[in-house]
């Protein structure tokens, strides 16, 4: 069993930065892709980004790709998004998200286990 917790939300300004973490534990990390997903008021979960295991491999929703980079340290079990630019649009609540053995995905199905997730707040 896998524990994801979340950190780094908070409230800023459009074109503000946040990045935000994930801290695993109960599990080797290394066995796990990981996603970031959010949520916004009033609509569904969608996805933002995703890593491989090993971190060669990264992928981004249209909306925030040139803006935000997923990264992770497995000798922290440790996962980050880095958010640049930010919009209004932006605001939503953040969750990440761990795939045992399996790739780097951008259906929720994929995952197996998920943190509460952490507010995001963009002013404009």
């Known amino acids: 069993q896998v524990q994801l917790v979340e950190s780094g939300g908070g409230l800023v300004q459009a074109g503000g930065s946040l990045r935000l973490s994930c801290a695993a534990s109960?599990?080797?990390?290394?066995?796990?892709?990981m996603g970031w997903f959010r949520q916004a008021p009033g609509k569904e979960r969608e996805f933002v980004a995703a890593?491989?295991?090993?971190?060669?491999?990264?992928y981004y929703a249209g909306s925030v790709k040139g803006r935000s980079t997923i990264s992770r340290d497995n000798a922290k079990n440790t996962v980050y998004l880095q958010m640049n630019s930010l919009k209004p649009e932006d605001t939503a609540v953040y969750s990440c998200?761990?795939?045992?053995?399996?790739?780097?995905?951008?259906?929720?199905?994929?995952?197996?286990?998920w943190g509460q997730g952490t507010l995001v707040t963009v002013s404009s």
């Open positions: 998200a761990a795939a045992r053995y399996g790739s780097a995905s951008r259906g929720v199905y994929s995952y197996d286990y």
């Open positions: 109960g599990g080797t990390f290394s066995d796990y892709a």
């Open positions: 890593i491989s295991w090993s971190g060669r491999s990264a």
